[in-house]
């Protein structure tokens, strides 16, 4: 990645920062989002899905936020410390210039329950004078705050949950409502320290500067450590070296469950409704998440997030839900939150009702996930095996329904021709696997028989002619870019027949310049959305099984290029501005530019 350009003063529009203006940090537990301008607008605690302390990303009114910034304008360059998830913002003032060092504290002896958030300033140049807020905001905004002083120290409680809010070299630390705040200068060679310890149901902690600076270094030492197991060298390194980190941060420690992304209700569409809260694990990322994971030489974490996905799965097999919690629970109720919402784009809302829906794509995804896992000399043991031969009887019985597919759509249900490849992919694996002796293959046959019963259906009834494309469902004249999957999965030759012509199609009529739309169609959601860039990539990796390694590359730059100023991606992008859409970093966008990155290497050495 280039080194940060200096960019011009932050701006907000009615209190909110552009999504792109977001960096994230987080600790294996929980993620928070700091903007260019310094105000930490979003953190979840104790966990990422829990609701918030800092919440203005949503509501800047009554969100609760963290700002730390000069007193004077400044122009902003920001980078992650190489190899980590620690942040480094650097502002310039008339006067001189400051850097800010964020981190959620991981102590060397691994996970305990304290939570930590660590900002250290120091003096580069001049003299820079600097003011500081702690307004915690529990519950959403909505629990009841008191501000007092234990040993001199601010805290704010609401209920069992608290934090300290411990400043050094800072200024005085003031309460004034329920916010605690400060002023100071610092000269070139000082520093000063803000940490805040959280609690959740127990002790509140009070650390020295020297314990948070400590733990603030062995954070490093751990991201270094765990950055260090990427082995991809290839033309992208910088870019995938940052989307692994940035899974890593998606990572729920705890359970080894991975987060599709840290936030909930960004919009698709600024004052709209398109507005889903991502903080959950998506069934339908299991392949993109263990093949990413193992391209880049995080086994570890990639065997973690398939045994999380097997003892989640086991409260409801062998069907499998859309999504599950990052406990392994299989309820996440919908229900609107009382906030304004990011740009006044409401509702904002807590769990996602696709957890009900029927999605015959996951099944695909689950088995080429325990394919690849074996692929990598990996074991699957004898329970999990019977599991998962059951999961392909299933799909024999279950793939001629309707379904809401891959992008869960609240319109009635279709036969989505992705949903079907999908399925075939489901039975393909489950033949291969039970053909090496991974899982018990007494049903090999009628796995067989179906996938092939499948495969006419698709080339009967999902086919257009006219469009020279395989349509976004039976029956329709339509497309949709989830069809490139297709290619990715090995549904069939893609250099030439009809899913080369797909591709083409699918460029042609949801293309522009290098973004795509995922459809075009009606989902049962008023509004419009962006175009969404996980599809983009999924188009790279197509291109290169088709052989066109030229397209591939210089659309692969040109996403590449896309990112924000630290290398990080939301769900969708604005294609007439590049304004970041949709929850933020996203993990789907992530791990299919590790795909792509990794397939162009693969092909091209």
Same mark, same amino acid.
Request: contains cysteine.
């Given at each position: ?78 980078? $992650? ?260 919402? $990011? ?126 494309? $395989? ?19 090995? $549904? ?114």
């Amino acid at each position: 990645m280039p080194a940060p350009a200096v960019l011009p003063p932050p701006g907000r529009i009615d209190g909110y920062a552009p999504i792109r203006d977001y960096a994230a940090i987080g600790d294996g537990r929980t993620v928070a989002l700091v903007a260019r301008d310094g105000a930490i607008d979003w953190l979840p605690f104790p966990s990422i899905d829990s609701p918030t302390v800092f919440g203005a990303l949503l509501d800047a009114r009554r969100g609760g936020a963290f700002v730390l910034a000069p007193k004077d304008p400044s122009e902003v360059t920001r980078r $992650y410390l190489p190899g980590t998830n620690i942040l480094e913002t650097t502002f310039t003032t008339e006067t001189g210039a400051v850097s800010v060092t964020d981190a959620l504290t991981v102590p060397a002896g691994g996970l305990f329950p304290l939570r930590e958030l660590a900002r250290e300033v120091k003096g580069l140049r001049g003299t820079v004078p600097m003011g500081w807020r702690v307004e915690p905001r529990f519950g959403y905004g909505a629990a009841p705050t008191r501000v007092g002083r234990r040993r001199g120290i601010p805290v704010v409680e609401a209920g069992a949950d608290g934090v300290a809010v411990c400043s050094f070299e800072a200024g005085d630390a003031e309460i004034e409502g329920g916010s605690v705040h400060g002023r100071f200068e610092i000269s070139e060679g000082e520093s000063a320290l803000i940490a805040l310890s959280f609690a959740h149901q127990e002790p509140l902690v009070f650390p020295t500067r020297s314990e948070v600076q400590k733990r603030t270094e062995e954070t490093r030492e751990a991201w270094l450590r765990w950055s260090a197991c990427s082995d991809y060298q290839g033309r992208w390194k910088e870019a995938v070296d940052r989307s692994g980190l940035t899974l890593k941060l998606l990572f729920f420690a705890p359970t080894g469950a991975v987060a599709a992304a840290p936030t909930t209700s960004l919009p698709e569409e600024i004052g709209g409704e398109r507005n889903w809260d991502y903080r959950l694990s998506w069934v339908r990322d299991s392949a993109f998440t263990i093949d990413a994971l193992l391209r880049v030489g995080c086994a570890e974490e990639a065997e973690a997030f398939l045994w999380w996905l097997m003892q989640a799965s086991q409260l409801t097999h062998p069907r499998l839900q859309v999504l599950y919690r990052l406990d392994g629970g299989a309820e996440a109720p919908e229900r609107a939150l009382d906030l304004r919402g $990011y740009r006044d784009s409401r509702p904002v809302r807590r769990g996602n009702a696709a957890a009900d829906q029927l999605q015959l794509e996951i099944y695909g995804g689950v088995l080429e996930a325990a394919s690849l896992y074996v692929d990598a000399g990996r074991h699957l043991d004898r329970d999990v095996a019977k599991r998962l031969a059951a999961m392909a009887d299933l799909v024999c019985e279950i793939w001629g329904l309707p379904d809401s597919g891959i992008w869960e759509v609240r319109s009635d249900p279709v036969h989505f021709t992705q949903s079907k490849m999908m399925c075939w992919v489901a039975l393909d694996r489950a033949v291969k696997l039970a053909e090496r002796g991974n899982i018990p293959g007494g049903h090999a046959d009628r796995w067989r028989r179906e996938a092939a019963a499948i495969r006419e259906f698709i080339e009967a009834r999902c086919w257009s002619d006219r469009l020279a494309s $395989y349509v976004r469902a039976a029956g329709m004249e339509e497309l949709d870019a989830s069809i490139l999957t297709g290619a990715l999965f090995g $549904y069939d030759d893609v250099s030439r027949g009809r899913l080369s012509t797909t591709i083409d199609a699918i460029r042609r009529d949801l293309g522009r310049g290098p973004f795509l739309y995922r459809y075009l169609g009606e989902d049962g959601v008023s509004g419009k959305e962006g175009a969404f860039l996980t599809c983009s990539f999924w188009l790279v990796e197509a291109l290169i099984h088709a052989g066109r390694m030229s397209e591939a590359a210089e659309l692969m730059d040109d996403l590449v290029g896309l990112s924000n100023d630290v290398g990080l991606f939301s769900e969708e992008i604005d294609p007439e501005d590049g304004a970041f859409l949709g929850n933020f970093p996203q993990a789907l966008t992530h791990l299919s530019l590790i795909g792509a990155a990794v397939a162009f290497e693969e092909v091209a050495s």
